[in-house]
């Protein structure tokens, strides 16, 4: 089984993170997946933005959650990357969603939901409205450093695939003793060297590797899956380690 390559944010290293020329991208090398951020805006519309703020990744400042969608689409999203992406906008998920669909993207799709510092109550509820209203025709992955969020997932769709995040700092960990159900942990590379012998009962997806030595070490590791801002480096490298 190969190790699936899941493009961080879109093409991050290469295009403005979470935009439509990321995604874009990440669908032109060819990725086996695509990470997004989810965040809620002021009418409780699903925003693709990794940061609680707009500050880093647009030409305004404040939060998400104190813009409308329609105010947030307002924003230059692409010029911090550089001059060429300056007509880059904020995305809704469902602009996302559209997206994927009418390339007919066939991969994996993970959504992390971004509750670890506002929770948005009722977030998990609209992402599967959503989700159920598209109906899109891919896999996709529910992540969240949350276990809360991941927990009321489950009891809106006991069906859902998910993935409780982990870093080095946080203590997720523990929610594995505590009886909640991961079928995925989604881990930092320090943590990776620690797991990764001793248990093979769920898969093991690994991030942020962009390292060339250290994406070869997890596809020689063999690994779920490795979340890379550099997709087409990742994917040239796994056809050396893993072959076509």
Known sequence: ???NV???????????????ASFLEALAVKSDGIELDVHLSKDNRLVVIHDETIDRTTNGKGAVVDYTLEELKQFDAGSWFAESFKEERILSLEDVLLLLSEREFK?????????????????EKIVLDLVGKIKPDFRIVYSSFNY??????????????FALLFNEK???????????TVLAWHTGLKTLLHILFQTRSIPVRVWTVNHSALLAFCFRKKVDS???????????????????
């Not at 991969?107 to 977030?123: C, M, P, V």
Request: hydrophobic share 30%; aromatic share 2%; glycine share 8%.
């Open 226 to 244: 490795v979340i890379t801002d550099f997709p087409e480096k990742a994917l040239r490298i796994r056809r050396i380690v893993q072959g076509e």
């Open 170 to 180: 946080n203590k997720n960990h523990k929610q594995l003793k505590n009886g909640i």
């Open 1 to 3: 089984m190969k190790t």
């Open 148 to 161: 809360r969020t991941l927990e009321r997932l489950t009891q809106l769709n006991p069906d859902v695939e």
């Open 107 to 123: 991969g994996i799709l993970n959504i992390e939901l971004k509750t670890d510092q506002n929770e948005y109550q009722g977030i």
């Open 6 to 20: 899941i493009a961080h944010r879109g093409s991050k290293g290469t295009t403005p993170e979470n935009t439509k």
